[in-house]
Every structure is written in structure tokens, then in C-alpha cells.
């Protein structure tokens, strides 16, 4: 079975239980609120799973007849219900939890008769229903549409700087994913934004298309306009590498984009010398260790040392504790892309893979910053994970 249909196979299957969950609350508030007409308000369950479900199962009926499957297969109105689908229930099982953890304590404390509070819980039910399909979708809608900016700032320990160190602007993105969600108009709002900061560097963190060669050619002029004073730097990910790194590489390379595979780069930055280690680690291959020992172990008496790879493994995380790196970059996990909070906690599928979702750490003196990044992988839309650029301010100690 395809890589994307066993996701969405998972998912459905998350959805399925909890849709089941909420059908027997759902049937169970009716029958108190409104015991004639339970049967024409439960209907509306129906017809949601029909819309929720039709994409996957369209799906796992595809494969089966033609033992193929793209997750853009079927009408794109089926595909964004689906996911939306997942969202809405997945939102309102910290819903469903606290009523059937408040109702009975409700009966057992309260001198009103029991029927009376059930029907006062199974309003409230309700009314949540109605009030949790219209928020998720707004912020479906607008965490899909809108790109972040976040600002850190780094200070270089005195004991590290060769030379005096004039303040650098270092914007990191990644995980563009050029295809029919990520077209050339959101392309541009995203080198826009990223123009807007005045960055001395850019670093690209791979993922510059989604599957095919289709958008090789968008995603790379969409980097090829991002103004900067040192260039844009890249490494491929996982899937630029599922397709054709060679080619991808030879587009980038052509459109003015330094593509680094396990390669170290240096230039000066007013008297000061930078080292950019872009590294390789993927799924699909991992630099070896003794080679990254000497990638990071290799020096030009530089003030600023910067690693960027596509996965922030923890691998890379340990070498760079250790080789005494400043900057680490990593991308890959989207920031999740769909964050259901599952009461104060954004449960994610991405944190089986790493501790490190999005967001940046300093780990002693090195800071890691792992992007949230741009485009989509499995599902066309993001919740609770908007789109980002981050921009590092780096600096010596005042």
C-alpha cells in the first residue's frame, strides 16, 4: 500500500472511532432535547460520515481496482472534509471527555432530579457541537492561509569570536512543497514575507516539491526571488529525494540557489568568517559518521559555525554539541501541521518521530531551530501550525 494511503488510512481509522464516540453522545442527547424528532436531527450524522469518509474510502477502492493511489486523487472538496473531519472530532473529544466525566458527579451532588440535569448537559452538548464546527473551520481556514514570523536572537559567546562580529540576518525556511495547493501565488506571499526582513542569508531546508517534476521549475523561481545579501543556501529532503535529487539539484543550482549535499561552504561577512555545513539526512540516506566528523571537524578560523540539514536527528543534535556548532537548523516536521489540542496538550502524530516539533532550544551554546515551514506534505491544510519564517538575528556579546 502507498506511503499516503497508509496515513490516511490511519487517520480514517482514528476518525472512525472517534466519530463512533461521538455518534452514541450525540444519539443520546437527541433522545433528551428532542425525543420527536431525533431521528431528522440524527440524520445530519450521516451525512457527515458520508463526507468525511468518501475520501478514504474512494481511496482504499482505487488502490484495490488499480493498485495505485495519489493523495490528490478525487474531488479536493472530499479530501479537505476528510481532514476536516479529523479536526472537528478529534476537538470535540475534550468535549465528549468532560461531560462524561462531569455528568455523573453532577447527578450525584446535585438536588435537581437527574433527568433535568441530563437534558441541561445534553444542551450544553450540543450547543458545543454547533460552536466547534464553526471554530475549527474558521481556524482551519486561516491557519492554512496565513504565514508567521518569528524572531530570535543569538549572541556568539565572546570566547568563540576570532574577530569582531557585525550583527547577521539569517532567515530559515523550508518544506515548500510547489503543487497544485502550493501554487505561484502563495509562493510569492512567502518570498515576500521572507524579503521583508532584509536577510543577509537564507537557508532553504529542503522539501522543495511534493511528489513529481511538475513544480520543480515553480518552487525553484520562487527561490530565485528571495533577495538576500549572501544568497539562498539549500539541502533536499525527503521528498526531493523520493523524486529526483540530481535534477532538482541541476533546476536549483541553475536558478542561482547553492544546493550543499555533506558539503561545507565559507565566505566573509565583513571581516568575519562564516562556515555553512549543509548536511544530507533523510530517510532515504544519512551522511556517515566518520564523514561528518570531518565535515564539522574541518575549519577556515571562522567566528560563526551553522549547520542545516532537512531532519534535525538526534544524531546531528550530539555531533553538534560536540564539534562546539552555534547554529543548528532542522525542518521536516511541518510543526506538526495539524495540532489538535487534546485539552493544553497539541497532540500531533510528528512527536513519535522527534521531541523536537517546532519551535528553538538552546542546548547549552548551541541554538537549534527546528522550522515549522511552508507548504504541505500528506494533508493540504494546517491546524494550529501556520506556515513560518523564522529569522535569526545573530550578534556578539555587548
Known sequence: MPWPLRMVS??????LVLFLYFGFRYYRSLKLVQPQSTRFYFSFYFIAAILFFTYPVGGLIQYWITNSFE????????????????????????????????????????????LEIGRHFARFFLSLIIITLAYTAGKLIWDTHRITSVSIDYVIPETDLMTT????????????????????????????????????????????????SEYVDNGADALAKIESTYGTFAVLGDHDYWNDPDFITEVLETKGVTVLDNENFWFDHHGS???????????????????????????????????????????????????????????????????????FY???AVREETQYVNGHWMLENLLLNVNSGLGFTLSPVRYNAPAQVTVVKVRRET
Open 10 to 15: 490511519y487517520a480514517a481509522t482514528i476518525l
Open 165 to 212: 562580529f557585525s550583527p547577521l540576518t539569517i532567515v530559515h525556511v523550508a518544506d515548500l512543497h510547489a503543487d497544485q495547493y502550493t501554487n505561484d501565488a502563495k509562493m510569492d506571499r512567502y518570498v515576500k514575507k521572507i524579503n521583508e526582513t532584509n536577510p543577509d542569508l537564507v537557508l532553504f531546508g529542503g522539501d522543495l516539491i511534493t511528489s513529481g
Open 273 to 343: 568568517k562564516i562556515k555553512i555545513s549543509g548536511i544530507t539526512e533523510i530517510y532515504s540516506t544519512r551522511i556517515t559518521n566518520d564523514s561528518l566528523n570531518i565535515l564539522l571537524e574541518e575549519s577556515d578560523q571562522e567566528s560563526l559555525k551553522i549547520l542545516f540539514s532537512h531532519q534535525a536527528s538526534d544524531r546531528l543534535i550530539d555531533q553538534s554539541l560536540k564539534k562546539d556548532m552555534h547554529l543548528l537548523f532542522g525542518a521536516h516536521t511541518h510543526g506538526g501541521q495539524i495540532r489538535i489540542p487534546f485539552f
Open 71 to 114: 493523495r490528490n486523487d478525487g474531488p479536493v472538496l472530499f479530501i479537505y472534509l476528510f481532514w476536516y473531519g479529523l479536526i472537528f472530532a478529534g476537538t470535540m473529544l475534550n468535549w465528549l471527555l468532560l461531560h462524561d466525566l462531569l455528568l455523573p458527579i453532577a447527578k450525584r451532588f446535585s438536588r435537581k432530579p437527574q
Open 346 to 348: 497539541p497532540a500531533t
